[in-house]
């Protein structure tokens, strides 16, 4: 190429340049990403999200939720199958048939066999009974009594001496209840009658805790009569012989006085309980409360504590194992004892009845200890020796109830041979040591109750 065609070239090059650098500068432009999506990008959303929840629901609605319902119609409208319906149906013929049975008895239990049928009461003669102490020996039996009658019963228990066994056979009964409480301290219930027998009897049980039984003695029924009075309940009080003391009058009528002990190991039962008919007759006489108080002479029978201590229920759990029979003294004190169910018939004359004045309750037939230590004997054949002990304190020379005014006040009688009645009460600690396996007899000092 010549010179003078590249330096032609090269000027125009260089005037192109010029033109370029002569132009003037235009200002960069920079996108601002936040203003484009507030803008356009939000208009878009909000089209969106009101398309989406407003109009195309709406439109679901209108075209489709009718049809929804329509498939699902079709879908649970299935052909009943006519034996499915008869098994239901029959499922629930044999519930309600089997709560009618129920509601109608007990249920055979370890403690009670015997299965009991209750009375269907109208609403007028059915009442609501209260009984302390009702999961207790005598307590458990008087509410056999009162169920089968067809009231509705509640017992009320601490289960200190009573047992849950002894009322397991009403636990599913709709007349029933259970409250577990102490009558040491307020309760607040409508019922129409009070069976006040909340108290231990034994005296092992009631000397282990000497304070506590002279409290549920007065505060227990202090706490039952301000409950009766309230509600304008009557209330049964079951009081005891040990308010004789060891006695100078024989046999025992309910004007004698007594010969207690103020101060003895079996003064916190004795002399409680002579308090607690204190304030029986008190709420009579300042607030006309209705009442009625037993007292109750030895019992035995059925579902007796096997550690009671009491001479029926150690004789016999002794003479079973032939273990020794003990004696605490020369065996020549006397007692005299009746059938539980004697004692039930009883208490339920006086409380349906109109006398209200203290009243004995027992059977007249007497033994000496020893004597009837051989009658246990031979009626378990028993190869058990006799063993005589050193006498306790306070322990009564006699006893034996002058039952005069119950035959005439309540027309009522022991019936229950002593006999007949130990066969009963030898047939069932036969059962409690079959389950338990062995029993320790306990000793005439204070002691626990053991399950």
Not at 108 to 131: A, G, N, W, Y
Request: hydrophobic share 35%; net charge neutral.
């Amino acid at each position: 190429m010549s010179l003078e065609r590249r330096r032609g070239r090269s000027r125009s090059i260089d005037e192109e340049e010029n033109v370029e650098a002569s132009r003037p500068l235009e200002p960069k432009v920079r996108r601002n990403h936040s203003s484009v999506f507030s803008g356009q990008s939000a208009t878009i959303l909000a089209i969106g999200v009101l398309f989406g929840y407003v109009l195309l629901p709406m439109v679901l609605v209108e075209t489709h939720w009718g049809l929804f319902y329509n498939d699902v119609d079709v879908q649970f409208k299935v052909t009943p199958d006519p034996t499915r319906l008869l098994a239901d149906v029959d499922i629930q013929a044999r519930l309600m048939e089997d709560q009618k049975v129920l509601s109608s008895q007990s249920l055979p239990t370890s403690t009670s066999q015997t299965v009991m049928k209750t009375e269907k009461l109208p609403d007028h003669r059915r009442k609501k009974i209260l009984v302390t102490g009702g999961a207790g020996f005598v307590g458990s039996h008087l509410v056999d009594k009162l169920m089968m009658e067809g009231h509705e019963v509640t017992v009320l228990d601490n289960f200190f001496t009573g047992q849950k066994k002894n009322i397991a056979h009403w636990l599913h009964h709709p007349n029933f209840s259970l409250v577990v409480h102490d009558v040491t301290e307020p309760i607040q219930l409508e019922i129409d009658e009070i069976y006040h027998l909340a108290c231990p009897a034994s005296p092992p049980h009631y000397q282990f805790n000497p304070v506590k039984t002279i409290k549920t003695s007065t505060m227990g029924t202090l706490n039952m009569l301000g409950l009766a009075k309230r509600v304008g309940a009557k209330m049964l009080l079951t009081s005891t012989s040990e308010i004789y003391g060891d006695p100078q009058v024989h046999p025992q009528y309910e004007g004698y006085w007594g010969n207690v002990n103020t101060v003895g190991p079996r003064s916190c039962y004795d002399e409680g309980k002579r308090v607690a008919e204190t304030m029986m007759y008190s709420y009579k006489n300042q607030n006309k409360v209705d009442i009625r108080v037993a007292r109750i002479f030895n019992t035995f029978g059925p579902r007796m504590h096997p550690n009671d201590g009491r001479v029926v229920s150690n004789f016999i759990i002794q003479a079973l194992q032939n273990k020794p029979l003990t004696i605490y003294g020369k065996g020549e004190q006397t007692r005299s004892f009746q059938y539980v169910s004697d004692l039930v018939d009883g208490l339920h004359a006086l409380m349906n009845g109109d006398y209200d004045g203290p009243v004995n309750l027992g059977n007249p037939d007497e033994y000496s200890v020893k004597e009837f230590a051989e009658y246990i004997k031979r009626l378990t054949v028993s190869n058990s020796e006799i063993k005589m002990l050193e006498k306790t304190q306070d322990d009564p020379s006699k006893r034996r109830p002058d039952i005069r005014l119950a035959e005439e006040k309540l027309g009522w009688k022991p019936v229950v041979t002593v006999e007949d009645g130990l066969t009963s009460t030898i047939k069932y600690f036969k059962s409690v040591l079959d389950e338990a396996g062995e029993i320790i007899p306990t000793g005439p000092g204070a002691s626990k109750p053991q399950a």
